[in-house]
């Protein structure tokens, strides 16, 4: 039981999982709330590409949990650019290998057809053929779909989720905003029998407070992205948690809960200077 307990699923940010005594717990849910360019998707890049590559390199450990799969579900975006952004930002050699690593769920279809968006903006096929397939799907449930989805990814997986900010501002009235809630909550109680690290991508102030705290409230862990001044004009990516259940009596006993973070080709997604939360 000890030992199980003592399992870590790498984060892959070799700055970060030390902290972390070796990465999250297998089965967490993580909320990553950023403020626009914050790095909150730049940390989920870098994770990305970094245990793909240990993953490629056979690394781990007595006590480390590498996902088996990477599963990336996305509403809006398209796997090309997704892709092509991750290999651009970090390491354009990287390209290859994540077409073949990471398995895209591109839900934008699905998206798209309750919007006044044209069908030839994001579709494939005849004009005709593009009409069909909006009728057939303009009633579907996106929130069923997501979930269908999802419990299609392989156990022991990493999921990222992109983005919860696409998906959460249209639902916030109503039976909807609870079916959403819902879905969040078995999201976080099926994760533990997965054994499946999940990130949620959420921007920050997009939806009213009360529903941010209703979100981060179904999961595991929330880390927030946000910029901060530092004085002479500048400003500094800063990271920190908020929760993160089972983990965070660890990092307050060492002061580690706050940090700056920096983003570079070179390095990747870095935390530099813990800072302690006053």
Same mark, same amino acid.
């Given at each position: ?11 892959? $940010? ?7 005594? &070796? ?14 360019? %914050?790095?909150?998707? @730049?940390?989920?890049?870098?994770? $990305? ?7 490629? *390199?056979?690394? &781990? &450990? ?28 970090? *390491? ?9 690593? $990471? ?20 579709? @494939? ?72 690290? $999940? ?55 060492? *002061? ?8 570079? %080709? ?6 530099? *200077? ?5």
């Amino acid at each position: 039981m000890r030992d199980r307990l003592r399992l870590r699923t790498p984060t892959g $940010i070799a700055s970060l999982d030390p902290v972390l005594d &070796g990465g999250v717990p297998p089965g967490s849910v993580v909320l990553l709330l950023g403020e626009p360019g %914050a790095s909150s998707i @730049e940390f989920v890049e870098a994770s $990305i590409i970094r245990l793909s590559t240990m993953k490629r *390199n056979g690394a &781990g &450990g007595e006590h480390l949990l590498l996902p088996d799969g990477i599963s990336y579900v996305t509403l809006t975006r398209m796997r090309e650019d997704v892709l092509k952004e991750m290999a651009l930002s970090f *390491n354009p050699e990287s390209y290859n290998h994540l077409a073949e690593e $990471i398995v895209f769920h591109d839900l934008s279809e699905l998206y798209f057809d309750a919007s006044i968006v044209p069908p030839d903006w994001y579709g @494939e096929g005849s004009v005709i053929e593009r009409l069909q397939k909006k009728q057939r799907k303009e009633n579907s449930d996106i929130l069923a779909e997501l979930a269908r989805v999802l419990s299609g990814c392989p156990e022991n997986s990493l999921i990222v989720m992109d983005s919860l900010t696409d998906i959460a501002p249209p639902l916030t009235e109503g039976a909807r905003w609870h079916a959403f809630i819902a879905l969040l909550r078995g999201l976080q109680r099926v994760s533990k029998r997965w054994k499946t690290t $999940i990130y949620l991508l959420l921007t920050s102030g997009i939806l009213d407070r009360s529903r941010e705290l209703e979100i981060a409230d179904c999961v595991d862990a929330t880390i927030h992205f946000r910029w901060e001044e530092t004085g002479a004009q500048r400003r500094q990516r800063v990271m920190y948690f908020e929760k993160f259940q089972g983990v965070m009596p660890y990092l307050e006993d060492k *002061n580690l809960v706050k940090f700056a973070v920096r983003v570079s %080709a070179a390095g990747g997604f870095e935390v530099q *200077n813990i800072r302690v939360v006053v």
